[in-house]
C-alpha cells in the first residue's frame, strides 16, 4: 500500500510504494544523470576514472555515484576505481558495508571475545565443585 512521503530531494510529495526513495521527477533526473556518467565510463580512456574524476567531469554528486555502486548499477568489475565509503573508517569497498581490513579487525575481536567468554565458563564450571563431607 502507498503512503505519502515527502521527497528528500525537492521536498514535493509522493506516493511511496517501496520501489523509489524519491519522487518521479527527481527519479528521472537521477537516471539522466546515470546514464551520463554510464557513457562518460563506456569510453576506453575513462574506464579507469576515479570518483574524484567522474564528479569533476560530469558534475554528478559523489554520494549519488556510491548508491550507484552500492545498488549494482555500476559495477566495480567493469570500472575497477569505483567503489563506496566503508561505514567504519571511510575507505573505499567494494561489497558488504566494511572493507577487508576493518573485516579482519572485527572477526580478530569477535575471536578475542569469543576465547575470553570461554574462559569465563570455564572459570565458572570450576568453582561449582562440590566438596562432600563425612560429618553425620
Known amino acids: 500500500m502507498a503512503e505519502l512521503r515527502n521527497c528528500p530531494m525537492c521536498d514535493s510529495f509522493f506516493n511511496y510504494t517501496g520501489l523509489r526513495e524519491v519522487c518521479h521527477n527527481c ?6 544523470m546515470y546514464q551520463i556518467v554510464y557513457r562518460f565510463l563506456r569510453k576506453r580512456e575513462n574506464r ?13 554528486e559523489r554520494e549519488m555515484l556510491y ?32 572493507c577487508e581490513k576493518c573485516q579482519g579487525e572485527m572477526k ?9 567468554q570461554e574462559f569465563r565458563n570455564d572459570i565458572k564450571r570450576r568453582d561449582r565443585t562440590t566438596y562432600l563431607s563425612d560429618k553425620k
Not at 27 to 32: I, N
Not at 108 to 116: D, I, M, N, V
Request: glycine fraction near 8%.
Open 27 to 32: 527519479a528521472q533526473k537521477e537516471e539522466d
Open 48 to 60: 579507469a576514472a576515479n570518483v574524484d574524476r567522474i564528479v569533476e567531469a560530469t558534475g554528478v
Open 108 to 116: 580478530s575481536e569477535l575471536r578475542t571475545f569469543e576465547a575470553a
Open 67 to 98: 548508491k550507484w555502486v552500492r545498488k549494482g548499477r555500476l559495477h566495480p568489475a567493469v570500472f575497477p576505481s569505483l567503489g563506496y565509503p566503508c561505514d567504519n573508517c571511510g575507505h573505499l569497498t567494494n561489497k558488504g558495508k566494511l
